[in-house]
């Protein structure tokens, strides 16, 4: 699932799980956040998950490309669990507008691929984030990633876009949903923000995320711990840039992702073919 000291750390924590305190450009750190990396730390170990070096060292720029149709359609939906991809709509990438309808769904489940965490108060090209948004979902959270894809296109900076949509959810122009609902996030790859430094990584986290909006790991008895990683593998609380963008995160189980891996090796191999930062050596052979 957008990322030295804490000081930068406000700007590269795309999952933040801390119970509270506010993550924007001008605020200090917050004593909750001190738990941020060794516990997404610990959540990355207990599931294997693995970083290419070769990546590591590359410079990225903040140019963002489109990518080719079909492949970013791919992308988009294997979000979703596959009985549920035929009926879903699709939105695609033009980095000179913003996301455009490609296909129209009849379920109300919406899926993209992220290409700006906006939280981040960073510009980069090399973010990838397919999820999908239930129909709750798609008219609050899903319209703000596609704003902030709009605001980006049309030359909007990277701090200035991060106040513009803290200020939105202050002054109720960007809602949270009313009802409960899911954001799906089971693609077999993502590449954000991730430990071991909390910089950009690809990495294989299929979860689901339903949502959570101002609730703490505290109001549901959650304890992700370094000490016990078996604690990881329960539901926890991942707060997202600001209060109102929380989500109860749950992760796959080892042996579905497994599958997962296993039933997208097809698209694994055609997204380390179209950019190598998208390329995991664990899942590539």
């Known amino acids: 699932m957008k990322n030295s000291t804490f000081e930068t750390a406000r700007r590269v924590s795309h999952c933040d799980i801390a119970a509270g305190g506010r993550a924007g450009p001008d605020n200090g750190a917050h004593e ?11 959540l990355f170990l207990a599931f294997g998950l693995a970083f290419s070096s ?21 992308f988009a939906l294997s979000a ?12 695609l990438l033009d980095p000179e507008k913003g996301y455009e309808l490609s296909r129209e769904g ?6 993209i691929v992220q290409r700006t965490a906006w939280e981040l ?15 709750a979902g798609t008219g609050t959270f899903l319209k703000v990633i596609m704003e902030v894809a709009r605001l980006r296109a049309e030359g ?38 991730a ?31 370094l000490e016990d990683p078996s604690s990881l593998y329960h539901p926890f ?26 039933d997208e090796q097809e698209l694994l191999m055609d997204l380390c073919a179209y950019r190598d930062v998208l390329c995991d050596p664990q899942t590539i052979d």
């Open 156 to 193: 909007l900076g990277p701090e200035e876009l991060y106040a513009e949509i803290e200020s939105g959810f202050q002054d109720r122009r960007y809602q949270v949903p009313k009802k409960a609902g899911m954001s799906y996030m089971i693609a077999p790859l993502h590449r954000t923000v």
């Open 195 to 225: 430990p071991p430094d909390m910089e950009v990584h690809t990495v294989s986290m299929p979860h689901y995320m339903p949502y959570a909006p101002f609730v703490t790991n505290e109001d549901i008895g959650a304890a992700p711990s």
């Open 106 to 111: 009849t379920s109300g489940i919406t899926c």
């Open 32 to 42: 909750s956040k001190i738990t941020l990396s060794p516990t997404l730390l610990s």
């Open 80 to 91: 979703l669990p596959k009985a549920l991809r035929d009926d879903a709509t699709v939105h």
């Open 237 to 262: 609380i991942d707060r997202q840039g600001i209060d109102e963008q929380s989500y109860l995160i749950h992760l796959v189980g080892q042996k579905e992702r497994d599958q997962i891996l296993a």
């Open 121 to 135: 108060a960073d510009y980069r090209n090399d973010i990838f984030i397919p999820l999908c948004y239930d129909a």
């Open 54 to 74: 070769a990546v590591l060292a590359q410079d990225v720029g903040t140019e963002l490309d489109r990518m080719p149709a079909d492949l970013e359609t791919r």
